[in-house]
């Protein structure tokens, strides 16, 4: 059964071609109606980056990267995970052969600087903000790289921004070289998960957990009752219950809570729209290759209009991240409410076409040693973290019409 498509949703078809350009250098970029139709001009505005009429490609004083930077970092990061991470690598980790690959991921993301790109530039980071670490979490959703890269970015993001300098100057290096694993709340609803973490779970682990006065950053102690592995279909990560011995390092200010969601739900589905990218990928290469009577499978018209399909799911889950990517760093009122609509949609478009490519693959693609299992069972993990999906829908439009209350009409908001 194909996932719910919401009005939103659904007007974003028609208006992805409208562009913005930049008055400097002409880059454009895809642009929803409430920024071309209600601020009507062919220049790069708030859109951009909030400078002025000039893109992020030309934000040379405002103490930010260049999109030419971004573009670079993401090619060298698909570069080095297509060698390190190539599905036989995988698959031998998976299979308890070889080495511990999500470790060795997580240092060598860590001496390359990647785990620090949504960190501050004075906090030691790249200063990409949370859609460099959204680029990152769709490298690795792409190649089904194993480990915490969820709760890693997302603890980054929170401490970065509200942790008292000192505490973030004792943990966000460890975090960024990657010799520290972090773990945060897989729900924020108790009641669907309990107490259980997303992450990884060592001595000296970063935990972010809910508190009696809000949300709290600790470590994992060595001694005292280990945490305890929770098995789950999704073998490149991990649950677990959280530990009974902790050393609690502060309160976050209340506003903490709510970036811990928008950020997980923004790299969650971040990673769910990388591995509907690779999936895809590899869907279209075996249609092209799986010959039948004597001609490529992808040649049959029906094929033909199942994967057309398949791709205007990709680039609708596109268009909804980069909306709710927008409003988180513009800070409006309304991103926690796009933030879980992003999650939403696009967790849930992304299992619809794993099942898809599951079965445009045939037999083969039901086979335990075909990757089509680990998309499949990784987008099913992203539909369950963060908050159940009904609940980001519901609370998502609670929020949309609390923000109409702040001097946003509805009609710009349903855009």
């Known amino acids: 059964m194909k996932p719910a498509v ?7 078809v028609s208006l992805t071609i409208a562009t913005k350009v930049c008055s400097r250098c002409g880059h454009g970029k895809r642009q929803s109606l409430r920024n071309h139709a209600l601020r009507g001009s062919d220049q790069c505005g708030p859109f951009f980056a909030g400078h002025g009429q000039t893109c992020k490609r030309h934000n040379a004083g405002a103490g930010t990267r260049t999109m030419e930077d971004l573009d670079i970092l993401r090619a060298n990061i698909a570069e080095v995970l297509a060698r390190d991470c190539e599905p036989r690598a995988l698959h031998d980790f998976l299979n308890g052969r070889g080495g511990d690959l999500a470790a060795s991921l997580r240092r060598q993301a860590g001496e390359l600087g990647w785990l620090g790109i949504g960190v501050s530039e004075g906090a030691g980071g790249l200063g990409f903000g949370i859609a460099g670490a959204a680029l990152l979490a769709r490298e690795l959703g792409r190649r089904l790289a194993p480990g915490p890269s969820v709760p890693l970015l997302a603890c980054l993001a929170v401490i970065d921004r509200f942790a008292p300098p000192e505490v973030a100057a004792q943990i966000l290096p460890g975090l960024m070289a990657g010799e520290r694993s972090a773990t945060i709340p897989a729900s924020v609803d108790a009641g669907e998960t309990g107490d259980w973490l997303l992450g990884e779970i060592a001595d000296g682990s970063v935990m972010l957990v809910p508190g009696a006065q809000g949300l709290m950053l600790a470590m994992a ?15 490149t990560r991990a649950l ?9 390092l502060c309160t976050l200010p209340g506003e903490a809570a709510a970036c811990l969601v928008t950020t997980a739900s923004l790299l969650v589905a971040a990673d769910a729209l990388g591995a509907m990218e690779g999936l895809f990928a590899l869907t279209t290469d075996y249609l092209r290759q799986r010959e039948q009577f004597g001609v490529a499978i992808g040649s049959f018209q029906a094929l033909k209009h199942r994967v057309a399909d398949l791709a205007a799911w990709i680039g609708l889950a596109d268009c909804l991240l980069e909306q709710a ?15 879980g609509l992003c999650k939403a ?6 299992a619809f076409l794993a099942a898809e490519c599951l079965q445009l693959h045939g037999a083969i693609g039901f086979t335990w040693e075909h990757d089509c299992h680990l998309y499949l069972k990784r987008v099913r993990l992203d539909q369950a973290l963060v908050r159940p999906n009904h609940a980001l829908r519901q609370a998502g439009f609670v929020e949309l019409v609390h923000a109409s ?5 509805l009609m710009e908001i349903g855009q």
């Open 6 to 12: 919401p009005v939103t949703r659904m007007r974003r």
């Open 221 to 235: 102690r060595a001694p005292g009752k280990p945490a305890q592995y929770r098995g789950v279909w999704d073998r």
């Open 240 to 248: 677990w219950q959280a530990p009974s011995d902790i050393d609690a």
């Open 325 to 339: 990517l927008d409003a988180a760093e513009q800070g409006q009122v309304d991103a926690l409410a796009w933030s």
């Open 345 to 350: 949609e696009v967790t849930d478009a992304a």
């Open 405 to 409: 209350g702040h001097g946003r009409s």
